[in-house]
Each structure stands twice: as C-alpha cells, then as structure tokens.
C-alpha cells in the first residue's frame, strides 16, 4: 500500500467528498420539498394536480438516474437551457428524489389512523391546530424510516454525476486510475470516503427511528 | 420541433433495441443469478452461529452502504490489479448485480421469514406436522406472497442500475444511443434531445410493468 | 382366572384418568421464581377442567407444556399410561426471541396429535382454503386416505355450521367462524385430549356465544377437556373440575363448579372472584 498516494492525492478526495455533500445536500432539501408538495397534493387530492404528480412520480421512478442526467445535460442545451453540471445534478437528483420522498411522506399521512383525527376534533382543536400537534407529528415519525433511506439512496445516487464531468468522488477515483494507476489506493480511499460520509448519516438515521418512534409504541 | 427526422434514419431503432436488448439481458441474468444467491443468503441470516451472522452482516451491509457505482468500478479496475483477474465490463457487471441483488433479496427473505408469527408454527407443531412439512407448505407459501412485491421492486432497481454499466464500456441502449447521436452530430444537432428521450421511455416502459405488477401483487396478498 | 384379570384390567383402564400432572415444575433459569409450581392434578376421561386464575399465573403456560410447546424442568406429564413429557432440569434457558421454530419438548408427530390444542390467536394457515386447512394434518401426517378425510372434514364443518364455508379462505371469515374451523382442524385427529387456550379472549362478544356453543357439545359428547378462559358463566356452567391458578401454584380446586363460584372456600379465590362482579354504592333515595 503505497501511503504517499494517500498523502499525495488525499486533499483530492476529501475536495471531492465535499463536491458529493454539497450536491446531495441540495438535491435532498429539494427532494424534500418536492416530495411535500407532491405528498400534500396527492393527501389532499386536488383534482388535476394530482394527475400530474401520479404521472411525476411515475415517470421519475421508472427510469435511472443516468439518463435523466444526460437529458439535462445534452439535451437541454439543443432548446437553450444551458445549466452547469452541479446545477444540473441537484436538478436531476431533486427530480428523481423528489417521488421517492412524496411516496414515503405520503405514507406517513395515510397512516395516521382516523380516530387521530376525530379524537382532536371533539377535544375541540382547529384544523391547524390538528395538523401541527396531531397529524404532521405522527406522520413524520411513520415517515422516517422511509426519508432517511431515500436520503441514503440519493447521496448514493450522487455517484452518477461523475458522468457528467462533476468532479465528485468517483471522478477523482477515474482519473487518478488512469493518469497514475494506483488503482489500489485509489480504490481504497474511494471506499473510505464513501463509508465516511455515509456510515454517520446511516447511524444518526436509526437514532432519529428510534427517538421518533412514538407512532408505533 | 425539426431534428425528429434522426429518429427516421435507417438502423436507428433497430440499433437502439438491440441496446435496449443487451440492457434486459444483463438485468434479466442478474435476477435469476440473484435468487439463489439470495435464497443462501437469507437462509444463513437465520442460522445462530454468530461468526456466520457477522460475516454476512458484514457484507449485506459493506454492498448495502456503497453506490453501485463504487462498486462496479472496485470489481472492473480492482479485480484486474489485485488478484489478477481480467473480468470484462459484462462479466463485472453480472457479478456486482448478483452479489448486491442477493444481499438484498437474501434481506427481504429473512424479513419475510422474521414477519411470520410465530403461531403459525405452533399450530403446526400440534397438529402433527415435521419441520420440513410445515416450512415447506406453511411457511414458505406465506413468505414468498411476503416478499414478491419487494422482489419485483428490486427487479426494477437492477434494471436501472444496469444503465452504470455504459460507464463501463459495455455497449448497451445508452451507449447505442450516445454513437447514433454522435454519428448524426451534423445532419441532426438537435438529436440528443430526441434520442436520449427516446431511451428515457424505453427505461420507462420496462420498468413501469413490474411497479405496476409488484402493486397488484402488494393489493392482492395485504390481506394475510 | 384370565377373565378376572380382563376384568380388572378393563375397570383400572376405566379408572386410568386421561391426563396426568405430577409436581410439574416451569422454571426459567435466570427467574428467581417459577411459573409452575409444583402442579399435580389428574383428568378423568370424558371429564372437563376449567383453569382459572388472574393474569400471569401460568394457566396459558400450563397448556402449552402439556401441549409439548414448552419444556419443563420437572416433574411428569402422563397421557393414558404413557408417559409423554419428563421434566428436565437443563432446559430453563428462555425462549430464544426471534429465531424460527418452536423450542418445545420434540414430541413425535404421532404424539402430538393425541393432545389437540386450539389458540387465542385463530390463526388458520392463509394459504389453503377452510377444507384445506382441516384435511391437511390427517392426510399429511396420519396418512389417512384423502376421501375418508375429506368426508369427515365436510361433516366436522357441518356440526359446527360452516359446511357451506368450505371453500373459503380464511381472510374471508369472521374470528368467530376461523376460531370453528380451528376446532374441526384439531378434532379430526382424534386426540385423547382437547386444549383451550383463552379462545374467545380475542372475539368479538357476538361471535363468543357461538364458538362456545361448540364446546359445549363437544363436552356433552364425552371429549375430555382442558379449558383456559375468562368467561365466568361459561365456566360455570361447563365445568366438571376448577382449579384456580395464582402464582403458579393451584389455590384451590372444586369438584362443583357451583359451590365454587356460589362459596369459594380459601381467600384467594374470593379475591379473584370479587374481580368479576361490580356494584354501586347507591344512597338512601337516590332512585
């Protein structure tokens, strides 16, 4: 094992482990409120919206990640969008994050048994009050599970980007393969990286479970 | 909109199934693979010696945690140097496929297997039947209902994870389409649009069966 | 000479009780006291014992271990003249949560269709239809031939009014009706004794009356029995034999139901009595 590579070369991932957070971060909170928005209309069943979220949701989950990447990135340009590669991996990974996390808060919605509800209403609550105290406490706690694998699945997903020239982790890992083929100690750090960043989200996501387990008990 | 014509050229659509071909086929050996793979896996998660639980916790989660991405190119570039094993872009793929989609299906069967209560087995056990009687028509009829709608969903995933293995080389439907729009650079500029639309509905029309098939079957069995 | 001896040995047979408990004892190994204490009692053939007792006494436990489900630490379990379960101080370890299986006393199959037990839970196997699920553990494991089962299946469900449910699945039958069909499946082995485990504990009220009309047919018929409920008048009214469980230990038992109910003798089954019956403190007037 060749320790002057990591020497050498570390800064790179750890640049490109940052270039990974930053994209992930900002697809997730969009994925987020994507997934709010589409959850919400979908709960409250608003008439043609809906339509068009169920369409959505479809679309952008079956089919990969890769291709809607190269749409945006080759194909949009021909109709004169351009958009940078980070601009169009947070575009992309919102997208596709963006259904996933509709169907997990939706889930978290739809389980929140009736008598909940009717149990606030002849305690007298308003409807805001029942949505806020009631309702979207109860619904997040289902939901967690479900959002933090979605979380996990995205940042994972942000692996993709390399194709599109994002200097991310796996971008790196290629091209210090091919100019220095180290591939060894390029691997390596690839997978130090990656269980950095991931392994504490994983932790904090079964903290969170459990803590906010009460929907359950 | 004008460039639509690239889609008329001759040996386009011929050229784009063929990829799309070489997709289903990498995706369709990876889930076959996967089931026994899968089926050993999640068989030896109910063992209770504890070195072989730790072992397999070790890889369900080390195959779980990384991007396939990662994964592909540990196998592809990785093999080769250390262990001197010159795997081609198909082969690293099949292997990865099959050693991520058993770990996952090995998942889910131990979920189904865990999800049975346990009265189940005791009302076979005071009915008389052996182990191999009630595992056979008791247990697993109700685990495999458990775990299909899951497994087809994992069937999806593979399918769209196949899509990586263009940053391999291997020449499937992205790849197709990548050289028939490079190729048409001049006549048709306008043809990444089209043609990157066109396998974006491939994909869609592939996958979007098996979500709808894993919901039936989620609706009809949700009753046990 | 052979036929005094016929004889005699015809009436001991008539004598043998069914069933027979001795010093049964039910220890985990890291509890400091033991679900069954030192439990002896004996069954007559034909006869029915009803088991009471607050929660956590070990009454449930109590069927399980004659059922063979669990192990147990001492004493012996006596179906006929055989027999079937022998205490073993080694095999207190706790029941291992989560693991496939049932940790029980690996009776034989043959064994464990002499002893029919029927649960809270009414958990029919989903996968097979009401006639599959009563035809199954006769063909399976008693070998019978398949019409001869299928011809007392249909008649079993007809004495318990589902004969027309035959088809059916079990997520299309009301608890009342899957609890019957448990019934009919553990009856048409045949077995020398019946277990009832809180059966209609998880019923609604309305389907309680008709599972237990069941029993109580199967009662006037002659099975010999072993009932764990709740259900004070159906007790009452059914029970040849009462044992009152607290503790794991029998704090008292009765050969007349109605005395027990109507005069319990020790404290204790005052105690627990008194937790069935309520009143009122009403003022002079107050009506």
């Known amino acids: 094992m060749d320790w002057s590579f990591v020497t050498q070369y570390g800064p790179y991932f750890v640049n490109a482990a940052y270039m990974t957070v930053f994209i992930s971060f900002w697809g997730v909170v969009l994925a987020i409120a994507v997934g709010l928005l589409c959850a919400a209309v979908e709960v409250g069943r608003i008439p043609v919206v809906h339509g068009i979220v169920r369409a959505y949701i479809e679309l952008s989950r079956n089919t990969p990640l890769l291709v809607q990447l190269y749409f945006l990135y080759f194909g949009l340009p021909k109709l004169g969008v351009v958009l940078s590669s980070p601009a169009c991996a947070i575009v992309g990974l919102a997208f596709l994050g963006g259904s996933y996390m509709s169907e997990a808060l939706r889930g978290g919605f739809e389980a929140v048994p009736r008598v909940q509800l009717e149990s606030a209403h002849v305690l007298g609550l308003t409807r805001v009050q029942t949505f806020s105290h009631v309702i979207l406490p109860q619904a997040l706690s289902t939901a967690i599970p479900g959002v933090v694998a979605n ?14 020239a994002l200097a991310d ?31 504490p989200i994983s932790i904090i996501g079964t903290v969170l479970e459990r803590r906010f387990d009460y929907a359950r008990r | 909109m004008q460039g639509a014509e690239i889609l008329l050229q001759p040996g386009v659509w011929p050229r784009l199934f063929q990829g799309l071909w070489v997709t289903i ?31 397999m916790r070790l890889y369900l989660d080390f195959i779980r945690i990384m991007p396939q991405l990662a994964l592909l190119f540990i196998v592809f570039y990785g093999f080769a140097r250390a262990w001197n094993l010159n795997l081609d872009a198909t082969s690293s793929s099949l292997l990865v496929f099959v050693l991520w989609g058993g770990a996952e299906l090995g998942d889910l069967v131990r979920g189904a297997l865990e999800s049975i209560p346990r009265s189940q087995y005791e009302s076979s056990y005071v009915l008389g039947l052996s182990s191999w009687q009630t595992f056979t028509r008791v247990i697993l009829p109700q685990a495999i209902r458990r775990m299909l709608p899951a497994s087809v969903n994992l069937a999806t995933r593979i399918v769209k994870t196949t899509s990586l293995v263009v940053l391999l080389g291997v020449v499937e439907v ?27 509905f491939m994909y869609f029309f592939v996958c979007w069966p098996l979500s709808i098939v894993a919901r039936r079957l989620e609706k009809r069995w949700a009753h046990d | 000479m052979t036929e005094r001896l016929n004889v005699a040995v015809a009436s001991a047979e008539a004598n043998r009780p069914e069933l027979e408990i001795r010093h049964l004892l039910k220890q985990y190994d890291n509890a400091d006291k033991p679900v069954l204490n030192d439990i002896s ?20 436990t109590l069927l399980r271990t004659i059922a063979g489900l669990e192990p147990i630490q001492g004493g012996e379990i006596v179906l006929g003249d055989e027999v079937i379960g022998q205490g073993d101080p080694a095999s207190g ?50 070998k019978r031939n398949k019409e001869e089962v299928k011809r007392e299946a249909i008649e079993l469900l007809e004495r318990v009014g589902l004969a027309d449910r035959q088809d059916a699945w079990p997520h299309e039958l009301s608890g009342g009706q899957r609890q019957r069909v448990a019934i009919c499946r553990a009856l048409i ?38 009932i764990v409920t709740h259900e004070m008048a159906f007790a009452r009214a059914i029970a040849d034999h009462i044992l009152l469980l607290d503790g794991g230990k029998i704090v008292e038992e009765s050969d007349d139901a109605e005395a027990f109910f109507e005069h319990p003798e020790t404290e204790r089954a005052q105690q627990f009595l008194k937790t069935f019956s309520y009143s009122r403190n009403r003022q002079e007037g107050d009506r």
Do not use: C
């Open chain 1, 151 to 164: 979380i996990i699945f995205l940042i994972k997903e942000s692996s993709v980007v390399s194709a599109i």
């Open chain 1, 169 to 199: 982790v796996m971008y790196v890992t290629k091209d210090l393969m091919g100019m220095y083929y180290d591939t060894y100690e390029a691997l390596v750090l690839l997978v130090i990286t990656y269980l950095v960043i991931l392994l």
């Open chain 2, 25 to 55: 086929w990498i995706a369709g050996v990876s889930v076959l693979l996967s089931i026994p793979v899968g089926l050993a896996v999640g068989w030896l998660m109910t063992l209770r010696n504890p070195i072989v639980r730790f072992i």
């Open chain 2, 174 to 200: 992205i790849k197709v389409g990548q050289q028939i729009i490079d190729a048409n650079r001049f006549q048709f500029p306008t043809g990444t649009l089209w043609i990157y639309g066109v396998i974006f």
């Open chain 3, 41 to 60: 009692f004996s069954v007559p053939k034909g006869k029915v014992f009803v088991v009471l007792g607050p929660s956590g006494s070990g009454k449930s």
């Open chain 3, 93 to 142: 370890k706790s029941r291992r949560a989560g693991a496939a299986g049932v940790a029980g006393q690996s009776r034989s199959s043959e064994l464990r269709t002499r002893v029919g037990m029927v649960f809270q839970s009414y958990d029919l196997f989903p996968n097979k239809t009401v006639l599959g699920n009563v035809m199954m553990a006769p063909t399976l494991v008693q």
């Open chain 3, 189 to 226: 082995l045949h077995p020398q004794i019946m277990l009832f485990d809180e059966v209609t504990a998880a019923l609604d009220p309305e389907m309680v009356r008709e599972v237990l009309d069941v029993i109580v047919e199967l009662a006037d018929q002659g099975l010999t029995m072993m």
